[in-house]
């Protein structure tokens, strides 16, 4: 049985879709990005991350640059933190499963500043703990320093997110995945990886972790 669940939270915990699309078009503006509307947002769920950058002429390649927007893309971010909610049923499901014991957790490519602020706008309380990842590509690294610093095993930890580098990230530590329909990539694109499960509604979560 599961101890931790962790959870990702831009469109896995919350629907930051349209924040996020403000703070890019930004950006690119002064990086001299392609801007985006909801309709291209949309297409884009269906590319791999390398082929978005491309599509955004985004170099990928700029290593410091990317870092740099990143850190600059959090900072922007947070200016509209009480415009975001909850995915519907989301905290209800959350609220269930603590309730049944399971430590939750969130780890994020967000900034752990950006999530904690959330949750205290949203008087959302009970979370274990808040995470930051290294960057697109360092969520592994990540899982496995909560697991090493939590004195958890693989099996003890579930993670939780709408992306394929979510995915092959715990395939990385080797932990359990659910995989949710609803945010940034297709169900098509998570099958792909072979998520342990994969859900298009939030209550599926909890029939899944309690039984």
């Known amino acids: 049985m ?10 896995t915990l919350v ?9 890019y078009n930004e950006l690119a503006v002064k990086y001299n990005f392609k801007k985006v509307n909801h309709e291209e947002y949309k297409l884009l769920n269906h590319l791999s991350l390398k082929e978005r ?12 640059l990317i870092r740099k927007i990143g850190k600059e893309f959090k900072e922007r971010y947070k200016q509209h933190l009480n415009s975001i909610l909850f995915i519907d049923q989301m905290r209800e499901v959350v609220n269930a499963l603590q309730n049944k ?40 690294q990540t899982l496995k320093k909560y697991l090493k610093d939590n004195q958890l095993n693989r099996e003890d930890v579930i993670y939780i997110g709408d992306e394929t580098r979510d995915i092959i990230a715990c395939k990385k530590c080797e932990i359990d995945v659910i995989a949710v329909s ?20 939030p209550h599926e979560i909890r029939e899944i972790l309690i039984k």
Do not use: C
């Open 15 to 23: 629907d930051s879709t349209s924040e996020i699309m403000i703070v």
């Open 53 to 64: 950058f491309k599509a955004l002429n985004v170099p990928m390649y700029k290593i410091l």
């Open 2 to 11: 599961y101890k931790h669940i962790i959870f990702d939270f831009d469109g």
């Open 182 to 201: 609803w945010g940034l990539d297709t169900k098509e694109s998570l099958l792909a990886e072979s998520p342990n499960y994969i859900v298009d509604q």
């Open 101 to 140: 014991g399971y430590k939750i957790a969130i780890i994020t490519s967000n900034s752990a500043a950006n999530v904690s602020n959330f949750l205290h706008t949203q008087n959302f309380k009970g979370i274990h703990e808040v995470r930051s990842s290294n960057g697109l590509f360092g969520k592994h």
